[in-house]
């Protein structure tokens, strides 16, 4: 199986042409749409989404994903594996936090394994990525594309900051309801002595694990990923608290 998550949204034709080569280089691949409206050029977006994606993936799948602001550019196509599934994409930091000390990895060099060589100086997509998940998913072994790669470039990740009654924590992303998702988990909120009725910068809000739990505050819950979420019933959070994708949020019990 082929996962496929992008930024190209859908208002051009970049996704099916992208599944149109993959089908023309193995016709027997499944191919599932994870999600292509990432925000634009924000990889440290696509790498929470990743993170948190990732283990849901059947053992054996190949992850495709394409967020890449710096196409054209030097930046290296790589293919690793890790934890028995496989990752196509660009080397810019958006397998950061799924990388483990176990995995390998390979720059996609080889014309071979390329829908269009020379490849399009602009649609890295097709030509290099999409067909070398193709091949991959074909059972084509990683050591075939190119050289091993030992060191991959990474982003930088503010872990939350906990203290007495208080977290402070950057914004991961926003999802497309208004959620605002973080990088908060239940052992930060349980160190920081957090209670069910707190404030977010500034704001109301209660520990829950439903969105109908809250009828007049914002509800903060534990996802389906492990972290913490901040959502407001039927409204949008992000609006709600003015954050976006990066911003601090401020998490403190009320005095």
Not at 4 to 13: A, I, N, P, R, V
Not at 76 to 89: P, Q, S
Request: negative net charge; charged residues 25%; glycine residues 8%.
């Amino acid at each position: 199986m082929i996962a496929f998550m992008t930024d190209w949204g859908y208002q051009s034709y970049y996704v099916g042409v992208a599944k149109s080569a993959i089908y023309t280089i193995s016709p027997n691949s499944v191919v599932i749409d994870l999600i292509h409206t990432i925000t634009p050029f924000n990889v440290r977006e696509a790498a929470h989404i990743t993170e948190r994606i990732f283990e849901d993936l059947p053992k054996g799948s190949v992850l495709l994903s394409v967020v890449d602001p710096g196409v054209g550019t030097e930046r290296k196509a790589i293919v690793l594996k890790i934890n028995g599934r496989y990752c196509v994409g660009p080397d810019n930091g958006i397998f950061t936090r799924i990388l483990t000390s176990d995995f390998s990895c390979y720059a996609i060099e080889n014309p071979k394994y390329m829908y269009k060589y020379p490849p399009s100086d602009t649609f890295h997509g097709r030509d290099i990525f999409a067909a070398a998940a193709a091949y991959v998913d074909k059972g084509t072994p990683i050591e075939e594309f190119g050289e091993e790669l030992k060191d991959l470039v990474k982003l930088n990740f503010t872990d939350p900051s906990v203290a007495e009654g208080k977290i402070e924590a950057d914004v991961a992303y926003v999802d497309g309801f208004g959620n605002v998702e973080t990088i908060v988990k239940k052992e930060h909120i349980e160190k920081a002595g957090i209670k069910d009725h707190f404030e977010i910068n500034g704001v109301k809000a209660i520990l829950g694990r439903k969105y109908a739990q809250a009828q007049d505050s914002l509800i903060a819950h534990f996802d389906s990923s492990g972290y913490l979420e901040i959502s407001l019933n039927q409204g949008n959070a992000s609006n709600f608290l003015n954050v976006s994708s990066g911003d601090i949020l401020s998490i403190k019990n009320v005095d």
